[in-house]
């Protein structure tokens, strides 16, 4: 697709690196962890890729 007619949000996630993964969690625990998200007021996408950054560094 020529860069034209992409989605703006597909030029910003291509700009800034940003990518989907898609993978499958039990459903108990995606709920728990969606609920404790939306009380804390916190946004899954980030506390999630913090998750993963500690994990790499822990493991380097």
């Known amino acids: ?3 034209a007619r992409q989605r703006p ?7 800034t690196g940003l990518v989907t993964k898609g993978f499958k969690v039990k459903e ?4 728990e962890f969606t609920e404790l998200c939306k009380n804390q007021g916190v946004s ?12 790499i560094d822990q493991h380097k």
């Open 44 to 55: 899954m996408g980030p506390l999630i890729t913090q998750m993963m950054q500690d994990y």
């Open 1 to 3: 697709m020529s860069e």
């Open 9 to 15: 949000q597909d030029r910003w996630d291509a700009k």
């Open 28 to 31: 108990s625990v995606a709920k």
